[in-house]
Nanobody, 123 residues
Framework: VQLQASGGGLVQAGGSLRLSCAAS????????MGWFRQAPGKERYFVAA????????YYADSVKGRFTISRDNAKNMVFLQMDSLKPEDTAVYYC?????????????????WGQGTLVTVSS
C-alpha cells in the first residue's frame, strides 16, 4: 500500500492542525493505521493508532486529550486532528500501515510508511 501524508505546516502554540494520510494500492480495511513523529536528532515515536474498523484508538500519553485519530474507510483516509499544540510537538509526522493488525505502538511492527509531513509549533 502507498501512503501519502499531508497537512503539516507552521502554527503557533495553542493552535490546531489536521493531518491527512491517503492510502492506495491495497484494501485499506486490512490495515491498522498509526501516526508516528520524529524530531531532529531523535528516534521515531508513537503518537496514535486506530484499528482496522476504527472502533479502537490508542494514544501516547503526551498527546492524549489533545490529538484525535480517525479514519474514513470509504475514502481510504486516516486523519490526525491536533489541538492545543505545543512547541514540543514539532516534528516530522509519519503515517504507517500495519497489515492485519490493530495499530501497535512500535514502529517495527508496521509494514508501510508515508513520506512524512513537517509540523512546526512556534512559542
Amino acid at each position: 500500500v502507498q501512503l501519502q501524508a499531508s497537512g503539516g505546516g507552521l502554527v503557533q502554540a495553542g493552535g490546531s492542525l489536521r493531518l491527512s494520510c491517503a492510502a492506495s494500492g491495497r484494501t485499506f480495511t486490512w490495515y491498522g493505521m498509526g501516526w508516528f513523529r520524529q524530531a531532529p536528532g531523535k528516534e521515531r515515536y508513537f503518537v496514535a493508532a486506530i484499528s482496522r474498523n476504527g472502533r479502537y484508538t490508542y494514544y501516547a500519553d503526551s498527546v492524549k486529550g489533545r490529538f484525535t485519530i480517525s479514519r474514513d474507510n470509504a475514502k481510504n483516509m486516516v486523519f490526525l486532528q491536533m489541538d492545543s499544540l505545543k512547541p514540543e510537538d514539532t516534528a516530522v509526522y509519519y503515517c504507517a500501515a500495519d497489515f492485519g493488525g490493530s495499530g501497535p505502538p512500535t514502529p517495527e511492527e508496521y509494514d508501510y510508511w508515508g513520506q512524512g509531513t513537517l509540523v512546526t509549533v512556534s512559542s
